[in-house]
């Protein structure tokens, strides 16, 4: 059974960096099919993709982020890592980590627990 454990500040002051962490368990990163994404909710607002990384590290990330978001890998840890720079009080939101595995059909997303990042002085 895959399951992800979030880990992170829950309050950030402007202009600092944000950093969260997706643990996997249950499978491994370094799985052909696996894919991880990482998606917030800002309050009354809709969920927001961010970002994304797949089994060779391959990243993309969001353009309206203008770069202040970066998505990386632990594959010693099994662990997918969302860093989000220069944060101003619009990022706060519920951050979810989500990861896939399989194919076609047969492929499942699996998400964390989410997240509350709260961003203020």
């Not at 002051?13 to 944000?18: A, E, G, I, M, N």
């Not at 799985?31 to 797949?54: H, N, T």
């Not at 840890?77 to 939101?93: F, G, H, R």
Request: proline content about 5%; some cysteine; hydrophobic content about 30%.
């Amino acid at each position: 059974q895959v399951q992800l454990q979030e880990s992170g500040p829950v309050l950030v002051k402007p202009s600092q960096t944000l950093s969260l962490t997706c643990t996997v368990s249950g499978a491994s990163i370094t799985s052909d099919s696996f894919s991880g994404v990482w998606i917030r909710r800002p309050p009354g607002k809709d969920l927001e993709w961010m970002g994304g990384i797949d089994v060779d590290g391959i990243t993309r990330d969001k353009p309206s982020l203008k770069s202040r978001a970066s998505i990386s890998r632990d594959t010693s840890k099994n662990q997918v890592t969302l860093q989000l720079s220069s944060v101003t009080p619009e990022d706060t939101a519920v951050y979810y980590c989500t990861v896939g595995f399989g194919t076609g059909l047969h492929r499942t997303t699996y998400w964390g627990q989410g997240t509350q990042v709260t961003v203020s002085s």
